[in-house]
């Protein structure tokens, strides 16, 4: 097996490895590439949809997929569906966020399987919310380390929301009701490797738990322009059976909305997750 790192600070390509039936040498080899470089990309997979739930049990369980529809026989695999011929630009996970940090366990990972892609565009884009930390001051570090922010599924799929409006070919079932809040650390340390991420994204984090909006909009901007600088993210091009396995609990990512007048269709299936731990300065 290879490795071969896509950008400075995250994701690689894992060249040789194959992932249905894989021996027990592959699954710590990818383990290891995992916690080091946080997006992983291995081409040419032959992948149907209970190939992609035995990955997800074997990389932690099956996590809880609200609000989208799953194929019917799998319904935690979720097809994320443009057509060639839909009137929106918008693409289902464009802007940048974290997936379901809304849920009090958030997905530890995400499985993200390519089908068909279009010509040119439609790459994803990831963040690296470790060294997006080690990048700030120790007295931010320290500062945000006593603070907690909430986190909603409100903007996406509460009762106003508009995202189904724009995703023709895709169910999306929003909230009857206003959603709630889950409160998560913003300083967030990783279960498997103890170190701390700066564990926000603008889509779901709606402000700092117990300060108001306007209290919390000036730094969750700073925050987020900071998070998605350029040194901080690396690029996945799909092609055809390309799977991405990318560890939501240190990364944001955005699907790119630019490749109107073609098809994409991938499969998605996320990971149990646990409860998100502070990250307590020594
Ligand atoms: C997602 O955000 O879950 C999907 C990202 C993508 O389709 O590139």
């Known amino acids: ?13 894992v060249i040789g490895a194959q992932l249905v039936n894989m021996d027990v040498k592959t699954y710590s080899s990818i383990e290891k590439a995992f916690s080091r ?9 032959q992948l149907g949809p209970c190939d992609l739930v035995n990955l997800a049990r074997k990389f932690g369980g099956v996590g809880e997929t609200p609000y989208l529809s ?14 060639a011929n ?3 630009q918008h693409t289902f996970g464009s802007g940048w966020h974290t997936d379901f940090t809304f849920q009090k366990k958030p997905p530890a990972r995400t499985l993200l ?13 990831f963040a690296n919310l470790q060294d997006a930390y080690e990048s700030l001051s120790t007295g931010m570090q320290e ?16 009762p106003n929301a508009s995202l189904k409006n724009h995703l023709e070919n895709m169910t999306i079932t929003n909230e009857k009701e206003e959603p709630g809040f889950e409160s998560h650390p913003v300083i967030r340390k990783h ?12 889509t779901y984090t709606i402000r700092f738990d117990g300060m108001t909006d306007e209290e919390s909009q000036p730094l969750l901007d700073y925050l987020n322009d900071l998070i998605t600088e350029a040194r901080f993210t690396c690029r996945v091009n ?9 560890d939501n609990r240190c990364t944001q990512h955005s699907a790119s909305s630019d490749y109107a007048g073609h098809r994409r269709e991938m499969w998605r299936i996320t990971t149990a997750g646990d409860t998100p731990a502070n990250f307590e300065q020594v």
Request: proline share 9%.
């Open 143 to 158: 500062s945000l380390s006593r603070l907690r922010a909430l986190h909603s599924s409100i903007r996406s799929y509460g």
């Open 86 to 88: 839909e009137k929106s």
């Open 37 to 45: 470089y946080l997006v992983l990309c291995f081409r040419d997979q």
């Open 70 to 83: 799953g194929l019917e026989d799998y319904p935690d695999v979720v097809p994320i569906v443009k057509e």
């Open 113 to 125: 399987y390519a089908l068909d892609v279009p010509p040119k565009g439609g790459d994803t884009l």
């Open 1 to 13: 097996m290879e490795i071969i790192p896509i950008a400075k600070s995250l994701g690689a390509e």
């Open 191 to 202: 279960p498997v490797t103890g170190k701390p991420s700066l564990w926000i994204n603008p």
């Open 238 to 246: 799909w092609k055809r059976n390309s799977l991405v396995m990318w």
